[in-house]
């Protein structure tokens, strides 16, 4: 391949190996190198690389039509995927609508939020807050509500808004306390940003159940998620869980929230509803607001070019039956207790490991310089680059996963194969991974 290249990169200057195929938990380039994708690229490829079913299905429907525009008509896999959804989401969160990433997803949930109390004659409900440590998207809406400091800070400018709630963070407690003493200070932190505002003016809050891109596998105490579910009632505020991450079987179970039996009113979802096959996202929506919606101006105000195309529409169809039929969510916890065992293993081993954390296959390792104090490498982040590269040469890919340096600090990595991975390339990710905390330690 030429040496050349005129393609956008995230690291202009980086030359990227270029794969040339991929195969269950494994991807190779066009040298022939092999890697094990230990983070499912960016925690998307769910089901590994080339099933066969998901192809089948893609032909099938290529075959047929790939393009209808949704306000002209719609289709029977759109139609079917949103019917297996509304099987698969919790309580009443029974209506499907279709976007082509996870930032639009979350556009969408805002919009939603937002016409909901409109509709119902509260126009100045109207606002969407969130938390530090967070990550929801890169489109402006979703970034503003990001409490990603590296991702926001070129475009304050232009952000609406700012996250306003502390993160339920207990190795870096924002408030300095213990879990359980602490009386769950980070829900009611909630609370507090809700009275500051006044209820009357806040349309939703919007939350990952287990953070991701910001802070690598943060999973929040239990009652944390009851808590909040409780104060977003009792202030008549909606709860939007982004899923985005978390959905479709990551945490060992269909959606995160199940870990603590919380209905969400929305929920987004995007990568491994796909599994990276093609690009679709969701806003699960809740019967309650879609009835006052029905009862108003029936319209959504949100939507894209693509939104529901038959092609998208198809393969996730095809994704889903895949994770069903081959039990891949009940793989995902068992998988997952096993890695993360391991994964504490090599903590014992390496001090630069702080915390192993996280559920099901989206596990997380916070890197310190100091294991006691806690004294974290984010400054120059050196070093969790560095592992993420070193791992990289020999073989295994890993997530980077940090906000910057803001408020409290915290570098970490993400570490979440395929729902399909077996105990023997666990092990083989957990020795590639044992030889490059032995270059770096
Ligand atoms: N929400 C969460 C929790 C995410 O992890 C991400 C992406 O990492 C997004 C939203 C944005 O999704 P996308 O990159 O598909 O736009």
């Known amino acids: 391949m030429d040496q050349q290249s005129y393609l956008i990169k995230p690291l202009l200057d980086k030359n990227y190996p270029i794969i040339s195929h991929g195969m269950g938990v494994y991807l190779y380039d066009v040298n022939g190198k092999k890697y ?33 525009y949704r306000s002209q008509f719609s289709s029977e896999p759109a139609e079917k995927l949103a019917e297996k959804l509304m099987k698969l989401a919790p309580g009443d969160v029974n209506w499907s609508f279709f976007v082509n990433s996870g930032t639009e997803s979350i556009e969408t949930a805002m919009k939603v939020a937002i016409q909901f109390w409109q509709e119902r004659g509260q126009p100045d409900k109207n606002q969407i807050i969130s938390r530090w440590k967070s990550y929801h998207g890169i489109t402006i809406g979703a970034l503003s509500l990001s409490g990603h400091a590296d991702r926001r800070s070129r475009f304050e400018s232009i952000l609406e808004k700012s996250p306003i709630v502390e993160p339920p963070y207990c190795y870096r407690c924002p408030f300095n306390l213990q879990y359980p003493e602490c009386g769950l200070s980070c ?114 105000m949100s939507g894209h070019t693509y939104s529901a195309n038959p092609q998208s529409a198809a393969v996730a169809l095809a994704v889903l039956k895949y994770i069903e039929k081959e039990d891949l969510v009940e793989n995902a916890r068992v998988m997952g207790v096993y890695l993360k065992q391991l994964l504490e293993g090599l903590q014992v081993k390496y001090p630069i490991i702080g915390e192993v954390r996280g559920k099901g296959l989206l596990l997380g390792l916070e890197i310190v310089a100091d294991h006691t104090t806690k004294y974290p490498f984010s400054q120059e982040k ?60």
């Open 36 to 68: 094990l994708d230990g983070s499912s690229g960016a925690v998307t490829a769910s089901i590994g690389h080339h099933v066969q079913a998901v192809i089948d299905a893609m032909t099938v429907q290529a075959g047929k039509v790939s393009f209808v």
């Open 187 to 300: 829900a009611m932190d909630l609370e507090r940003a809700i009275l500051e505002i006044g209820a009357e003016n806040i349309a939703a809050f919007v939350a990952e159940p287990i953070v991701g891109a910001a802070a690598g596998a943060v999973t929040p105490p239990d009652g944390y998620y009851q808590k909040v579910e409780e104060i977003c009632k009792k202030y008549e505020i909606l709860f939007i869980a982004d899923e985005v991450m978390t959905g479709i079987g990551r945490t060992g179970t269909m959606f995160a929230m199940e870990h603590w039996g919380v209905t969400p009113d929305i929920i987004c979802i995007g990568k491994g509803m796909s599994a990276g096959y093609t690009p679709i996202a969701a806003t699960l929506v809740s019967n309650d607001i879609i009835e006052t919606i029905m009862n108003g101006s029936k319209i959504i």
């Open 382 to 441: 050196a070093v969790t680059f560095k592992l993420i590269e070193k791992a990289q040469k020999n073989g295994l890919l890993i997530y980077p996963a940090s906000a910057g340096t803001e408020g409290i600090g915290g570098d970490a990595i993400i570490i979440a194969p395929p729902l399909s991975v077996t105990k023997k390339e666990i092990e083989e990710l957990i020795s590639i991974l044992d030889i490059t905390l032995s270059e770096i330690a």
